[in-house]
C-alpha cells in the first residue's frame, strides 16, 4: 500500500516537473528542482534554532549601522522596482484586472521576469532574521515571523515554477507596496536620531492587514470567474493563494491583538488600575451592603 502511494506521488511528481514554465524553470533558484529551495530553508530553521541557542553564550554582534541601513534601503529600492515592473507588464499584457489569465505574449515575459525577481527577494529576505539573531533580539524572531519567511519561499517557488503570471501578479504587486514602508521604516530605524520620530510601526502591520483581505477577495473573484467559466488561471493556484492568505491573516490579526490591543490595555491598566478594574468598585459596594446587612441583624 505505501509503496504503491509512494510510486503514485513520485509519477506525478516526475509528470509535474515537465509541466513548468519554460520562461522561468531554469532561472536561479528555481532549477526546475524544488531542493535547492528545501535545502536553503531547512538551513534557515537551523540558523534560527541554533543560531539562538549559540547566541545565547555570545556577546551581541554590533553591526554597523550602515549595513544595516543599506540592506534595508536596498530592498526597499528593488520593492519598488518590482511594483513598477508588475504594473507596467500587468498593462502591457492587456490582463483583465478582475482575474489575469497566463496568456504568453511577448509582453507578458515582463511579468514573469518581475515575479522572478519577487521570488528570489524572499530568499534575500531571510537575512532579517539573520540580523535579529546576531544582534540578540531574540524577541523579534516570532514563530509568525519564521513560519512567514519559510513558507513564502516555498510557495512561490511553486508558483515562479507553474503560473509565474495572471493572477499571482496581484498580491506581489500590493507585498511589494507594504515593503516599501515597512523596509523604509527598518533602514531609518536604525539611526538613533531618527527612531524615536518613526510613528508608523503600527500602521505597517494594519497595512498588512489590509493586503491580505483585499488579495484575498480578489482570489475569491477570480475563483467566481473560473467556476463561471471565464477565466482560465489554474483553479489549484487560486485555492492555494486564498488558503495562504487566509492563514496570514489569522496569524498577523494575531500578532496584532498582542502586539497592540493588549499591550496598549496592559500599560493603561498598570498606570491606573482602578479605571480599568470594574470589579474592583463592585467587590467594594458589595462589602459595604453586607456590613449594613450585618449591622441590621445585629440590631
Given amino acids: 500500500m505505501n509503496e504503491t502511494l509512494i510510486h503514485k506521488w513520485n509519477a506525478f511528481y516526475q509528470d509535474a516537473l515537465t509541466k513548468t514554465d519554460p520562461r522561468t524553470n531554469n532561472l536561479p533558484l528555481v532549477w526546475n528542482d524544488p531542493k535547492p529551495v528545501l535545502y536553503l530553508v531547512a538551513v534557515y530553521l537551523l540558523m534560527v534554532f541554533s543560531g539562538k541557542r549559540l547566541m545565547s553564550y555570545l556577546p551581541e554582534v554590533k553591526v554597523p549601522a550602515w549595513i544595516l541601513f543599506v540592506y534595508n534601503f536596498g530592498l526597499v529600492l528593488l520593492s519598488a522596482y518590482m511594483f513598477v515592473e508588475i504594473v507596467l507588464g500587468v498593462y ?69 515554477s507553474w503560473i509565474p503570471a495572471g493572477q499571482a501578479y496581484f498580491g506581489a504587486s500590493l507585498n511589494c507596496v507594504v515593503h516599501v514602508f515597512m523596509y523604509t521604516y527598518y533602514a531609518f530605524s536604525v539611526i538613533p536620531s531618527l527612531k524615536d520620530k518613526l510613528w508608523w510601526k503600527k500602521y505597517i502591520t494594519t497595512f498588512q492587514l489590509v493586503q491580505f483581505v483585499i488579495t484575498f477577495s480578489h482570489t475569491l473573484t477570480g475563483i467566481y470567474l473560473t467556476l463561471s467559466g471565464k477565466c482560465s488561471f489554474p483553479m489549484w493556484g487560486q485555492i492555494l493563494l486564498s488558503t495562504y492568505m487566509v492563514i496570514m491573516l489569522v496569524l498577523f490579526t494575531n500578532f496584532y491583538v498582542h502586539e497592540y490591543i493588549k499591550k496598549t490595555n496592559d500599560a493603561k491598566r498598570k498606570r491606573n488600575p482602578k479605571d480599568l478594574n470594574n470589579n474592583y468598585v463592585k467587590v467594594d459596594k458589595k462589602k459595604i451592603y453586607e456590613k449594613r446587612q450585618k449591622a441590621k441583624k445585629d440590631e
Fill in 92 to 160: 502591457q499584457s492587456g490582463y483583465n484586472y478582475a482575474c489575469g489569465e497566463i496568456n504568453y505574449k511577448p509582453e507578458e515575459t515582463r511579468v514573469t521576469k518581475a515575479l522572478w525577481w519577487y521570488f528570489f527577494s524572499k530568499a534575500i529576505e531571510l537575512l532579517d532574521t539573520f540580523w535579529m539573531i546576531i544582534r540578540k533580539r531574540f524577541n523579534q524572531v516570532t514563530f509568525l515571523h519564521v513560519f512567514h519567511h519559510s513558507t513564502m519561499l516555498m510557495i512561490w517557488w511553486v508558483v515562479i
